[in-house]
């Protein structure tokens, strides 16, 4: 039986769509087989982030309403080997459509085929972010180093410890290194002892992202520190015990030096 | 000052923020914690000087499963003599 793990956040656009993408490849990678749930109705696009548009036909309102089987509306990404599936949200309908217990059963039949789940959560607190938790085991909390960004991310985890999850793990994205030496950003570390969470990862800001989005293509194949931080993340969901990356370790300088020598 | 000295706003943020989750968790107003203050310093006063400006008030974060804590400091100067 496999695990399915929701994929939330307060604040929208803090990276849970490319974050279920990467993290979703990089098991594919690894030899899981994994299904990513996009829950987001009425504005699906990891359809669009993966490249896979145009290989849509039936989508998740299809199948909750037997309008199709799941296999017929799930799309297979042709470059995982057979590893890695979409289910798509439907584009033009309403989220209300759905109820929790039916996402309730829709994961239970998709852990009894695929090793993972991961379901894409739509920003917001509302009716949407309760189906997407709904048929969750767990959840990742993913937040931008940024004050709104981390407090919703709190009221996020209080409203997940209120439907009795487990306490949620953390992902901080779009970490600036640079800014975090010089002292202007948040560090992880103060992040998730705010949120008193684990944290599951880091993710360096980094346009090779944005590159990849453009190309409809995962980013995890790389050799960039964004492709190790996902291909980390899915080690750690495999229970692997790998230790976080320090992107932000003092590089040494003799400018750095001098400068605390005076002060 | 040296010269080199700028303005961190990655530890004005984390001040900004432990604000934010110490109203959220907590619900206490800022004119709630203006009064617990004043308390605070009422009681203390009775017993000892302190530096009254210097008074903080955060919100400590519990570990994974233990609660958050109201952490009031005060500087204290001397023992008032009776
Ligand atoms: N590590 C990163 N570095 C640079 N850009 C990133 C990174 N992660 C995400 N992005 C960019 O941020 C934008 C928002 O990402 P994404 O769509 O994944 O967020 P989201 O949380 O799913 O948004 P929504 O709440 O609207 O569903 C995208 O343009 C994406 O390319
Ligand atoms: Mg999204």
Redesign the interface.
């Known amino acids: 039986m496999g695990e399915a793990i929701v994929i939330t956040s307060g604040k929208g656009g803090v990276g849970k769509t490319t974050a279920t993408l990467n993290i979703g490849a990089a098991l594919a990678l690894k030899g899981a087989h994994v299904v990513l749930v996009d829950t987001d109705i009425g504005l699906r696009n990891l359809d669009v982030v993966m490249g896979l548009e145009e290989k849509v036909t039936y989508d998740l309102i299809d199948v909750l309403e037997g309008k199709c089987r799941i296999r017929q509306a799930l799309v297979d990404d042709p470059r995982f080997f057979g590893r890695l599936h979409l289910l798509p949200a439907a584009q033009t309908r309403d989220k209300r459509e759905i109820e929790a217990e039916q996402m309730r059963s829709l994961a239970k039949e998709l852990k009894g085929m695929f090793d993972f789940v991961l379901i894409d959560c739509p920003a917001g607190i509302e009716t949407g972010f309760v189906n997407a938790v709904a048929g969750a085991d767990s959840a990742v909390v993913v937040t931008m180093p940024e004050v709104s960004s981390v407090r919703d991310a709190d009221k996020v985890i209080s409203i997940l410890k209120a439907l009795s999850m487990p306490k949620p793990k953390i992902i901080v994205n779009r970490l600036r290194t640079k800014m975090v030496r010089r002292g202007d950003m948040m560090d992880e570390n103060d992040m998730a002892e705010m949120l008193a969470c684990e944290l599951l990862g880091i993710i360096p800001d980094d346009e090779t992202v944005i590159r990849a989005g453009n190309l409809g293509e995962p980013v995890v194949r790389g050799t960039s520190p964004v492709s190790l931080a996902y291909r980390n993340i899915a080690e750690r969901l495999q229970g692997e015990n790998v230790p976080l990356q320090v992107l932000h370790r003092e590089k040494f300088s003799i400018f750095r030096k001098l400068k605390r020598k005076l002060g | 000052m040296?010269?080199?000295?700028?303005n961190?706003?990655?530890?004005a943020?984390?001040a900004?923020?432990?604000t934010?989750?110490r109203e959220?968790?907590t619900h206490l107003t800022n004119r709630e914690l203006m009064l617990i203050r004043l308390d605070v310093l009422a009681a203390l006063s009775e017993y000892v000087e302190m530096e009254r400006e210097s008074m903080k008030v955060s919100l400590v974060?519990?570990?994974?499963n233990e609660p958050n804590s109201l952490l009031i400091s005060v500087p204290i100067l001397v023992r008032k003599a009776k």
């Open positions: 040296s010269i080199f000295q700028s961190k706003t990655g530890a943020a984390k900004r923020l432990n934010c989750l959220d968790r974060h519990g570990g994974q």
